[in-house]
């Protein structure tokens, strides 16, 4: 019988290992999956090379895994944010790497690997630093940047509800990168607020379906980031 | 806003709300609009009697309302600028994927965007200094610019040092190349034209030459 469902975030994230690419849901807080990346932080899986659009803010959550010196490089489009000073610390101190990336053709980049794309042509960021050493070639009059697909070993995400299955949906913007990550990475992660039974979500309403999804983790009252960042909450 | 003191305020020519309306003006019914952080957003609060604009927001929204009462907040419907936001009766959440197809896909008609500088062959900078210790931060900007049909820039005429942001060429990085239709600053709408800046119209109690000597290019008389 196929379950997805897991015991804890804990064993969810138990194989994750050092120098792995993982891909992290979320556009700030909305959609980030805190108690998995929490776990990871228990874990202590190093080297990581991290997706995600943006690098954490206060000392919690993607901020508290860069902390913890577990990152060794970040793929994103916008690395600092308001309370984010964890990675704009060590990047200037030359202690972490960044891959930066125009936000669309990150999520291109994801959609693509996830859709067996290895490679595409962009007219974004033409003649912009963000072009420079890359394969320029013009169609119908104008001129593309190749961008390659990017693949993951591991992607954590946040979703509204899960059967067994693994079909999910999400709540609202918290949607943003998470059906792209769940289709570009080998071993999908996630946390939903609610585990239902198969067949509770309508066949209509299933925004990723189960193929794309390994683990589910129940957080049926997930922490809100941005509360911890007030109160000047660290993890761990 | 209703009584607010904008200090930034240029003492002659457009408040920062009168160069949002003056764009909002340009904007045809039916619109799908993107719009940036800053100025770019006030477009909203100015919708000429008898348009609908669609607001698309590319952390995956379409069809973004007002911001919500306090005790609507809801952490999980956020702007790209981070900001909680509502969704209007008809708004369609989708992922990123889907979002910058809309964009890189040519569907949605028009972004208003700030600017550092504007070149007078239409090349925009807006994401960078090229400082060597800042942190280099993108966002979506280089895919709205290459993407959406029409590209309106608010911004004000000249930095807070005096120098101008309309040049003729940018010296900082580049956001996109030749991709910027219309400039509405405090003080003129210019229009980039094949031949440059052309100007279309002047804000109240300001003259030609007043904006032609605060443009770092040359600057046509397109009225």
Sequence with gaps: ???????????????????????????????SPIELIHA??????????????????????????????????MICSFPRTANSTVFPDLYRAG?????????????????????????????????????????????????????????ADFALIKAKQADRYGNLTYN?????????????????????????????IDPESVITPGIFVNRIVSIDTPMQESLLVQEGRVYP | MKGELNVSQSIIGWSRDQMA?????????????????????KVARYVPEGREFIYHTENGLLGMGPEPEL??????????????????????????????????GQHIDVCVLGAMQVAQNGDLANWSTGAKDAIPAVGGAMDLVAGVKTIFVITQHTTKTGESKLIEACHYPLTG???????????????????GFELIELAPGVDFDYVAKRTGAHLWDGR
């Design chain 1, 1 to 31: 019988m196929i379950n997805k469902f897991c015991q804890s975030a804990a064993l969810a994230v138990a194989d994750i290992f050092d120098g792995a690419t993982v891909m992290i849901g979320g556009f700030g807080e909305a959609g």
């Design chain 1, 40 to 73: 990871l932080i228990d874990q202590g899986a190093k080297n990581l090379t991290v997706v995600n659009n943006n690098t954490g803010s206060g000392q919690v959550g993607l901020a508290a895994l860069i902390a913890n010196g577990q990152v060794s490089k």
């Design chain 1, 95 to 151: 202690k972490i790497e960044l891959e930066l990336v125009p936000q669309g053709t990150l999520a291109e980049r994801i959609r693509a690997s996830g859709a067996g794309i290895p490679a595409f042509y962009t007219p974004t960021s033409v003649g912009t630093p963000l072009a420079e050493g890359k394969e320029v070639r013009h169609f119908d009059g104008r001129d593309y940047v190749m961008e390659t697909g990017l693949k």
């Design chain 1, 172 to 200: 609202k913007t918290a949607r943003n990168f998470a059906p792209i990550m769940a289709m570009a990475a080998k071993t999908t992660i996630v946390q939903a607020n609610a585990c239902v039974e198969a067949g509770d």
């Design chain 2, 21 to 41: 309306q003056r764009a909002a003006l340009d904007i045809p019914d039916g619109a799908y609009v993107n719009l940036g952080i800053g100025i770019p957003e």
């Design chain 2, 71 to 104: 005790t609507e907040l809801d952490p999980d419907l956020i702007n790209a600028g981070k900001k909680p936001v509502t969704a209007i009766a008809g708004a369609a959440y989708f992922h990123h994927g889907d979002s910058f197809s809309m964009i890189r």
């Design chain 2, 177 to 195: 190349q030749g991709v910027v239709s219309r400039i509405y600053t405090d003080l003129a709408v210019i229009q980039v034209t094949s031949r």
